[in-house]
């Protein structure tokens, strides 16, 4: 059809389905008649007809008037960021459909024209309408357009919705009913309402006048923050925020902020910091129309961002991309329809900024917020946030950085490293009272004393002495003093002590504690036992009916997120978790409790502290906090110093972690043509956080010379290489990256494992195992998690010996042979000479295999003696290596038989699913259990979720709620239209006619 010019074929000789007449035929016999008898019968009731359209035409043009009329009018100064109730476009009000929602362009016009035949030289009011429409096209082109810019204008567009404000010609109606009746043919299908269009249009016109008032010097904020209303009415209905502190209105119209400078904002925990970031990224999304990068330091916590941002993006046109694990990719679309919103891990992000850079798109993006910024200071992960900031502020003068913390000390060193202006206020919705609890009594901290402690008050519970051996530290007493009616968190040093702790509380509550929501607990553990197949942890199923969980990283994704939302509805009132939780899970309580002042076996940082106790409170429910910490009276004299001392500085790790520090650093420098002198180097480094800081370097070496000896490093490992650019004396070093340093950075391969790497990619060349994918396994098992890798070798030997022949093969080529195993299964003494790394790597990759053909994690763990949570956290660990190593290969042509073998491997490690619910669990919202009930239900393909009716899914699938579907089904149809946009562009691209075609 798109590929037949000829209009008079497409319709000529098509006869319609209730005669043997031509339907153009009959029209024009009508005209005929009406121009020759001029019937007044038939005028009446094409009057009548259009009389009818009228009425709803006004209607519609009236609503979007007033809609357009609000959003310039100049918000009251002192309710500027109040949330008005009443606004017209409120999410729970539908405009009156029109009658002629439903009709197509051509059945408007042919009731158009029978009132202009009707009417002579009258002109009709639709007639008007035309002329007005087409007045102000150019003010809205396309109501279902969202960046109404040049780059869209010549994408083809909907003829059913601009066919009203065409101008038509004055040939016949068969002419003119013939030309729109191709149009038809011709324009995409909607499946929205007209109604739908406008109120599209009205948001469209909205955002234009927000992009206006944020890129002008005015003070008029708009309807809010520059954002048009229906940002206010989404926060009002899936955020149930009606109002703004006051702080986040100061911050929000903070100088700095208008005129686009970097900020870093520190208030305490709870303290309604990521809204006020929210509001930044969407006036970058939908105003300046630019790429954000949000930066999270876990990837629970990214998982949690996207389901919350997700809903924005569906209601408001842009895209939310995740890169927390394998699954994120780099923008595949050159010429971009929508922005993107992507939320990362500070792994996945330092590579999409490579990405953009190397690409030359780092000016499309517009904005970088980073919670928990004071992560600069913390190991590997420090290091690689420091190079990625440095990064982008070296290359892009364009892009805004944020950089929100609840805990900050030398703020002035990361102000002069992002350039960066500084806003703190120590605002907490809920008042947090601090307590240490000291055998029987408690004491309230206070700073103000000599020992830093003021007595509080003794503990008033009766303990047996059986309770008193099982509870030495008075645990069920502080908690029963706030179950269930209100919740609580326990902080354990270990993942072991948070199910003791939850499996001892339990035990000693009384059985009316059983009938507190008691039927929604069942529910609780019913949909656990569907998660692990029919399996459920002994300790959640004991501890679940009192409303008790525990919280760590030895459960599932499926099941972490299954007792969050359980806590945050009140089902669960008491989970003891591990520090983790406290790092940016929105997972408040009204008594948090430390259950020692330990994490692990290291004693507690005053920034660790901040973060757990900052979790009491819950703004809106609670009218204050509290926290206890417990301790010993060993201990006393460090609580003491824990609680007075102030919080730890933020100092660069770019020397600590030199292979993932500095020497990447420098590297991916070369590699991506941002420094390739020594002189050019060191300009950069300056600008780092430990440029900044390069006065607390030793004083034997200075930074030119940290960074002279890491380039020669390199070079001796074959990364890099050196030649003398010119031959005078001002000749300059040039670096230039080989093949294999390119390689290295591409994949984001560690630089300790990068030489390993490729010797053992080159090894496999020569006797590469295919009959199976466990050697591909082999070599895509993350290096770093074989030191932590204690193989119980009777289960090593019980597994190789179901291994086939030409598997068990796959353990000689590598080195591992069966004697080695069986001696070490025996506990006889081993004298042949095994690389122990090699061991445990073929060990972990035996974990994988058989997880790759059960799919179940569950089944799997038990057969390893492992957890459940670390068989999850090797997967996931896997399949992000997985992508790094087909990146690695990508580049050095010598293993191009890897890239199509890598590719499949890096999807099957990314799902762990049966083929058929990949396509399912593409779409946000969707793990695997999920999935499961959706394919049973008869949802098999991308096109099933995206035409679902929510309401049916709700009945169809248990514990699914009306707002879930309804995610599902919205982000399901964004990413099928996604997709299909990708396709057209590609299909662009080929047809597109080359310009340099010889001989024109």
Not at 682 to 701: A, D, R, W
């Amino acid at each position: 059809m798109a590929g037949n010019d000829s209009e008079e074929d497409m319709f000529g000789d098509y006869d319609s389905f209730y005669g043997n007449d031509s339907l153009l035929a009959q029209i024009d016999d009508t005209e005929h008649e009406h121009l020759q008898d001029k019937n007044k019968d038939i005028k009446a009731d094409g009057e009548l007809i259009l009389g009818n359209l009228q009425s709803g035409i006004y209607q519609e043009k009236d609503n979007f008037s007033t809609s357009e009329n609000m959003v310039i009018l100049k918000a009251d100064k002192e309710d500027a960021f109040e949330m008005n109730r009443n606004d017209l476009l409120d999410s729970n009000q539908e405009p009156t459909e029109s009658i002629s929602d439903d009709l197509p362009s051509s059945q408007l016009l042919y009731f158009a024209k029978l009132n202009e035949l009707s009417s002579g030289s009258r002109t009709s009011p639709l007639s008007e309408r035309k002329r007005k429409c087409k007045k102000s096209s150019d003010k809205i082109r396309s109501p279902l357009s969202f960046y109404p810019d040049d780059e869209h204008r010549n994408r083809p567009t909907d003829l059913s919705s601009h066919s009203n404000c065409a101008l038509f010609k004055t040939d016949s109606l068969k002419d003119n009913l013939k030309s729109a009746m191709t149009g038809n043919a011709k324009a995409q299908t909607l499946q929205v309402s007209k109604t739908k269009q406008l109120k599209e249009a009205v948001l469209s016109e909205e955002i234009c006048v927000a992009r206006k008032t944020i890129e002008s010097s005015s003070v008029d904020i708009g309807p809010f923050y520059g954002l048009p209303s229906k940002v206010k009415d989404l926060f009002r209905q899936f955020r149930g925020i009606e109002t703004l502190y006051e702080w986040q209105h100061d911050c929000l119209m903070l100088e700095s902020l208008q005129q686009r400078k970097n900020l870093i904002y520190s208030l305490p925990t709870s303290g309604g910091k990521t809204l006020v970031a929210e509001i930044i990224i969407l006036q970058e999304l939908l105003c300046r129309r630019k790429d954000v990068l949000m930066i999270l330091p876990y990837v629970a916590i990214v998982q949690e961002k996207v389901r919350g941002l997700s809903s924005f993006g569906i209601e408001l046109g842009f895209l939310v991309e995740e890169y927390a694990g394998s699954k994120g990719r780099f923008p595949p679309i050159k010429r971009r329809i929508k922005r993107s919103l992507y939320i990362a891990t500070i792994e996945k992000g330092h590579g999409l900024v490579n990405s953009l850079i190397e690409t030359e798109r780092i000016d499309d993006l517009g904005l970088v917020v980073v919670d928990e910024l004071h992560m600069l200071g913390e190991g590997s992960r420090g290091a690689m946030l420091e190079i990625t900031l440095a990064k982008i502020l070296y290359s892009s003068k364009n892009t805004q950085i944020i950089g929100m913390s609840a805990t900050l000390n030398n703020v002035g060193d990361l102000q002069k490293f992002l350039q960066a202006e500084y806003y703190t206020n120590n605002f907490r919705p809920v008042e947090l009272k601090e307590y240490v609890k000291i055998g029987g009594t408690v004491y309230a901290t206070d700073s103000k004393t000599e020992s830093g402690f003021t007595f509080s008050r003794f503990l008033n519970f009766k303990y047996s002495s059986n309770l008193q051996k099982a509870d030495p530290d008075h645990i069920v007493a502080l908690v029963t003093e706030v179950i269930p009616k209100y919740s609580c968190l326990i902080f354990c040093p270990t993942k072991k002590n948070c199910e003791n702790v939850a499996s001892m509380v339990c035990k000693y509550l009384k059985k009316e504690f059983r009938a507190h929501r008691e039927k929604e607990k069942q529910d609780l553990i019913k949909h656990l036992k569907n998660i692990g197949n029919g399996s459920i942890c002994s300790v959640l199923k004991q501890t679940i009916p009192y409303g008790i969980a525990y919280h760590h990283s030895g459960l599932t994704n499926d099941e972490r997120k299954s007792v969050e939302e359980a806590y945050s509805a009140g089902v669960l009132c008491l989970l003891a978790c591990t520090a983790t939780l406290a790092a940016g899970v929105n997972l408040p309580a009204r008594r948090v409790i430390l259950r020692a002042p330990y994490v692990a076996n290291d004693f507690l940082k005053k920034n660790q502290y901040k973060q757990m106790i900052g979790r009491a409170g819950r703004a809106g429910i609670d009218s204050a906090g509290e926290s206890i910490l417990i301790v010993q009276e060993k201990d006393k004299h460090l609580a003491q110093r824990l609680v007075n001392s102030p919080l730890e500085n933020c100092y660069s790790n770019l020397l600590l972690e030199l292979t993932k520090g500095m020497h990447s650093l420098l590297l991916s420098l070369v590699g991506l043509k941002i420094a390739v002198t020594h002189e050019e180097v060191n300009t950069f480094m300056c600008s780092t956080l430990l440029g900044v800081q390069q006065h607390l370097l030793s004083k034997e070496k200075s930074l030119s010379e940290v960074i002279k000896d890491g380039l020669e490093h390199l070079i001796e490992k074959g990364l890099l290489e050196g030649r003398m650019s010119g031959k005078n004396r001002n000749s300059k070093y040039t670096l230039t990256i080989t093949p294999l340093g390119r390689a290295t950075y591409k994949g984001s391969i560690d630089l300790a494992y990068c030489n390993l790497l490729y010797r053992e990619l080159k090894k496999g060349l020569e006797g590469l195992v295919l009959e199976s994918s466990l050697h591909l396994l082999y070599l895509t098992t993350p290096y770093d998690l074989t030191f932590s890798c204690n193989p119980d070798w009777m289960i090593y030997l019980r597994q190789f010996s179901q291994l086939s022949a030409a598997e068990q093969k796959v353990a000689d080529i590598l080195g591992v042979p069966e004697s080695f195993i069986t001696k070490k299964a025996s506990g006889q003494a081993v004298k042949k000479n095994v690389d122990s790394t090699v061991a445990n790597r073929l060990y972990l990759s035996f974990v994988l295999y058989t997880l790759l053909k059960e799919t179940n994690i569950w089944s799997v763990s038990e057969k390893f003696n492992m957890s459940r949570g670390y068989v999850q956290n090797l997967l996931n660990s896997a399949a992000s290596f997985a992508s790094c190593v087909l990146h690695f290969c990508e580049e050095l042509e010598e293993f191009w038989v890897y890239k199509a073998l890598l590719t499949e491997l890096t999807k099957q490690l990314t799902y762990c699913v049966k083929t058929e619910l990949i396509p399912l669990m593409e779409v946000a919202g969707v793990l695997e259990a999920r999935a499961k009930q959706l394919y049973n239900a008869g949802y098999k393909t991308l096109a099933h979720l995206a035409n679902a009716n929510p309401e049916t899914l709700v009945r169809m699938i248990e514990h699914l709620s009306r707002r879930q579907a309804r995610q599902i089904v919205s982000s399901a149809k964004m990413l099928l239209s996604e997709k299909a946009e990708a396709l057209q562009e590609e299909v662009e691209e080929l047809l597109k006619v080359p310009t340099d075609i010889p001989g024109t």
